[in-house]
């Protein structure tokens, strides 16, 4: 890779590709370019070492400085940022300035102890950068431009940022790198953007047209985002299998395109390969989105609703018609949820491990004992804030799903320390606990907890009327345990 870079520099120069807005500003300036001036090849051999101060070609100065045969000119500076950030696209040496270097600084520059590292030493620590630095780092000298780019590297894009030209950064990155495979990116497999609200569908097609092997995307927070540019990747990305859309309140159904679903249909029967799909915030998804939804991916094991508002029991059952694997569920504060939903959900059966309906408050005692009848290895429930439940779901619960390990029951006022007592004797196991707000909770029910529970992690009894004595209590029997509370004179 690094053997082309020279012929990249003189091919590419003329009309090469700065990431400088795209990435860090909001601002679009194109950069002041030197004068080209001819140069020998003892010319082109000092520009290449002395790459690494940063050159006017490759930085957009604040005061927007056009260097004219080496001297500095000012310009007009309005519409230039003082964000500086690398071209992705190196300019060609010979339109660098020549400038005057001393020996004794070229042999200072020549020694500096970071050029000892080997290659491997830098790759190592250019893995642990953000996609935005890492092409900082290319400006730097041509052994780090090479380093920089080294397909190793580039197994994921990470950018942030709500001032970033993220579909002009991703249509450059993707462009760089499908230089030796052309039209395809075939090292990236994920991709995370966000938080970058000025994505758009665009952004989304160049993914999906350049990068055929990407398996996890993440573009949370992107309210840009349509249901078009959804079902373009996951037609086009056969391999996806972590799709993150919360946030995403334009997007209210995953399925493939027309063409994919008519070319595809004899071979996989219209199917979806993501396991893991975040859907948290799109507050129009409702029964029908998600009745295709689950008829396209089936093999999902991870699904987040949470406030996904206009979700039913309907949508649920459908989910569990064609979902059958389903470990991690999770309908918080879906309101129209109620116990038949929680029936349906029992039909998962030992498979789900992790269960979330919090502030759904049509749930009961009912719907919990379906849960705990059936859902015998689940591992963690959130019900706080459903306060149908009470001391006799409680004992459901703890009787039938013995290996829980996490419990919030918070702000559930039916909860007794007689509820606390069926729970200690039986899940012995349990690691965290959370009862905050709930007011029926005394220090004997935490007594009782902490005497039977030694392996107990987390305790949250914010706003509950527990003594300084029954907290020494928990605090002396389980050792680990962090206690949240609300008592100032415990400390």
């Known amino acids: 890779m690094g053997a082309n870079n020279g012929k990249q520099y003189g091919s590419d120069g003329k009309g090469s590709s700065s990431i400088s807005s795209d990435v860090s500003s909001s601002t679009d300036h194109t950069p002041t370019k030197a004068r080209k001036n001819a140069a020998t090849s003892e010319d082109s051999d000092l520009s290449m070492r002395t790459l690494s101060t940063p050159s006017p070609a490759l930085i957009c100065l604040p005061s927007s400085q056009a260097f004219i045969n080496g001297k500095a000119s000012s310009t007009s500076s309005s519409s230039v940022t003082g964000e500086t950030v690398a071209m992705v696209h190196a300019p060609p040496i010979t339109c660098l300035p020549r400038p005057h270097v001393r020996p004794a600084a070229r042999m200072q520059k020549e020694q500096a102890p970071i050029d ?42 990470r950018l942030t940022g709500d001032t970033i030209h993220v579909d002009r950064a991703l249509r450059v990155l993707t462009r760089r790198l499908c230089q030796d495979t052309p039209n395809v990116c075939l090292m990236l497999e994920t991709v995370i953007v966000s938080g970058c609200r000025r994505l758009t569908d665009r952004g989304l097609h160049t993914i999906a047209q350049c990068c055929p092997e990407l398996r996890r995307l993440e573009v949370s927070g992107c309210h840009n985002i349509s249901n078009e540019a959804v079902f373009n990747i996951v037609s086009r990305c056969p391999n996806l299998e972590y799709l993150d859309v919360s946030g995403c309140y334009n997007v209210t159904c995953i399925s493939l395109t027309r063409e994919a679903s008519v070319k595809l249909s004899t071979l996989y029967g219209k199917q979806i390969s993501i396991r893991y799909l975040d859907m948290t915030d799109c507050f129009a998804l409702e029964d029908e989105g998600l009745h295709t939804i689950a008829a396209h991916c089936t093999q999902l094991t991870h699904l987040y609703l949470r406030r996904c508002v206009r979700i039913t029991d309907e949508g649920l059952r459908y989910l569990v018609i064609y979902c059958t694997s389903v470990k991690e569920l999770s309908v918080s504060d879906c309101r129209f949820v109620s116990d038949f939903g929680l029936r349906e959900i029992a039909k998962l059966e030992s498979r789900l491990r992790y269960l979330s309906i919090a502030h759904c408050g049509r749930i009961t005692d009912v719907g919990i004992r379906y849960v705990a009848k059936y859902c015998s290895k689940l591992r963690y429930l959130n019900a706080r804030g459903c306060e149908g439940i009470t001391d006799h779901g409680l004992e459901y619960l703890a009787k039938n799903c013995a290996k829980l390990k996490s419990l919030d029951i918070g702000k559930c006022p039916l909860v007794s320390d007689a509820g606390l007592e069926f729970l200690a004797l039986n899940c012995f196991t349990l690691k965290r606990l959370s009862l905050k707000s709930c007011e029926s909770i005394t220090g004997r029910g935490l007594q009782i907890v902490a005497a039977n529970c030694f392996d107990l992690q987390m305790m949250n009894v914010q706003d509950c009327d527990i003594s300084v004595e029954a907290l020494r209590f928990v605090k002396r029997h389980c050792k680990r345990c962090v206690i949240e509370h609300t008592n100032p004179a415990f400390f």
Request: glycine fraction near 0%; proline fraction near 7%.
């Open 116 to 157: 000892i590292l080997p290659d491997q030493a830098f790759l190592q620590i250019f893995s642990h950068l953000p996609t935005n630095q890492l092409c900082r780092c290319a400006r730097v000298c041509c052994r780090w431009y090479n380093l920089t780019w080294d397909p190793r590297l580039w197994r994921t894009i």
